[in-house]
């Protein structure tokens, strides 16, 4: 293995992984978020370093399928959990970052973004580009990161003064999102050759071919998202009824309250600023 795929050690991301840890440590004090992140930090360690790194960015689409289904569904909702809601209001507090994500936060934006930027990062000269290129592999990760970041927005309805949907339009909207994230699967499925000539070495490593490999990322696509996804959509509404709040039902939290009463100021403070200049 270490012919066809010599050991590297990714220093790049070790240093940025344990720095962000450290980080997160430092800021938060509480034991479960401390454990959630260290948790996904984890995660993200194995799936972007050799082996796992290498066999996704040059040598296999179903590895390759599995390590972003891991920091979209596992990683980047574990991050957003184990932010406090105090640090989620000071990091959106100023006003460009606020609008934007208010904007991130809403259903459809999401889904559409998702959809869009996730198919993006697995066309084939993004992919050819990762496997060929270091900065290019850098970047991927990064976006499909992002990706799974604004994913989860309006799932966890973390973000203060952010669209808040019910349980019930919480569990349906994983569900659905669920499907978009799978947008390629039937493509790479029903495909009669290859798609990604940068990707080698599979008969080699893994003992099957480019276009089983390309198959079976496919099939692993559909069966690592729709299962955790669809659990998740699940523990929404089963958890709602389990507290006695109405499924239908939005709920509001002081975060909110807090950052609509910032905006308001913020208007009346633009409203006196243009009624100074007539």
Do not use: N
Request: charged share 15%.
């Amino acid at each position: 293995m270490t012919t066809l795929l010599p050991f590297r050690w990714h220093v790049a991301e070790v240093l940025v992984i344990v720095a962000a840890g450290v980080a997160h440590h430092i800021v938060v004090k509480t034991t479960r978020e401390r454990r959630l992140v260290t948790f996904a930090l984890l995660a993200l360690l194995v799936v972007t370093v050799w082996p796992i790194g290498d066999l996704a960015s040059s040598v296999s689409l179903s590895v390759a399928t599995v390590q972003r289904l891991v920091i979209m569904l596992l990683v980047a909702p574990l991050l957003l959990m184990a932010t406090p809601t105090r640090v989620l209001a000071r990091l959106s507090r100023p006003r460009p970052i606020d609008a934007l994500t208010r904007w991130l936060a809403h259903p459809g934006v999401a889904i559409g973004i998702v959809t869009i930027a996730g198919t993006l990062t697995l066309i084939s000269p993004v992919v050819d580009w990762g496997a060929r290129s270091t900065i290019g592999r850098e970047l991927t990760l990064i976006g499909v990161l992002i990706v799974g970041l604004i994913l989860w927005l309006p799932a966890l309805a973390l973000m203060p003064g952010a669209k808040r949907l019910s349980p019930v339009a919480r569990a349906g909207y994983v569900f659905v999102s669920s499907i978009v994230v799978t947008s390629l699967s039937i493509v790479w499925i029903f495909a009669k050759h290859p798609l990604y000539p940068a990707l080698h070495h599979q008969e080699a490593l893994l003992h099957m071919s480019p276009l089983l490999d390309q198959q079976l990322a496919g099939f692993v696509a559909k069966f690592c998202c729709y299962a955790p996804m669809w659990a998740v959509a699940f523990t929404i509404f089963a958890r709602a009824e389990e507290r006695g709040t109405s499924v239908e039902e939005t709920p509001l939290h002081w975060a909110d309250v807090e950052r609509q009463l910032l905006r308001v100021d913020r208007q009346r403070e633009r409203a006196a600023r243009r009624q100074q200049r007539e």
